[in-house]
């Protein structure tokens, strides 16, 4: 039973333009959203959070958007860099934690 | 700062051997912590998680065991591996609240 879903397997993007990530969950305990990048042969490092009160997070050019009646979120990447190629996990938080998938990324010269 | 530690980087074991990864975390006091795998093209399983001494939950059934012998000291072991053990295993800690995930490097197991 997958609570968190990520249906895009992979994204093929050009620098400079934007990235969409998307993810969606089952589980209305979950109150607490998370993504995070992924090189290989690495550990996930945290990217950005954002709280089921808010519906919208900021940092940089990571944007984070929640659409709680949806039970969708999805992280925007503007613009794109080569540096952004990686896989992208989001994590739903609250009476369990739940990784989706992953979304690879790439972002093309 | 805190700082998590895994070791060995890479692991090449045959089927059936015993298996011993080690994840210890530094400057942070009683952390949740947690072991991952992630099978090649596949998505981070949650294997076990723990939220003190002695107190391990697990996810999902199988041949492997957790334990926490210290407050910042995570093990996974096995008796017996099997070919499907093989993946990269990621240790991870937290504090609540809130729940952000720090990850190890990883282990790269592969069984053969």
């Known amino acids: 039973d997958q609570q968190v879903k990520q249906n895009s397997p992979s994204l093929s993007v050009q620098e400079g333009r934007i990235s969409i990530l998307n993810c969606d969950y089952t589980n209305s305990m979950f109150d607490y959203f998370l993504w995070y990048k992924k090189y290989p042969a690495e550990g996930p490092t945290f990217l950005i959070s954002?709280?089921?009160?808010?519906d919208k997070n900021e940092d940089g050019r990571f944007t984070v958007f929640l659409n709680k009646s949806a039970k969708h979120l999805s992280l925007h990447i503007v613009p794109s860099q080569p540096g952004d190629s990686a896989v992208y996990f989001c994590k739903a938080a609250g009476n369990k934690l739940t990784f989706g998938g992953g979304t690879r990324v790439l972002v093309k010269p | 700062s805190q700082t998590i530690h895994q070791w060995p980087a890479t692991l090449v074991q045959p089927v059936g051997s015993p298996l011993s990864l080690e994840c210890t975390v530094e400057?942070?006091?009683?952390?949740?912590l947690y072991w991952y795998r992630q099978a090649a093209g596949r998505g981070l399983q949650l294997l076990f998680y723990?939220?003190?001494?002695?107190?391990i939950s697990s996810e999902v059934p199988q041949n492997l065991s957790a334990s926490r012998p210290q407050d910042r000291q995570f093990i996974l072991s096995s008796k017996k591996l099997l070919l499907s053990d093989s993946g990269f295993y990621l240790c991870?800690?937290?504090?609540?609240?809130?729940?952000?995930?720090?990850f190890g490097p990883g282990t790269r197991l592969t069984v053969l």
């Open positions: 991870a800690w937290s504090n609540l609240p809130p729940d952000t995930q720090y």
């Open positions: 723990s939220v003190g001494i002695g107190q």
């Open positions: 400057g942070t006091s009683n952390p949740n």
């Open positions: 954002i709280s089921s009160i808010k």
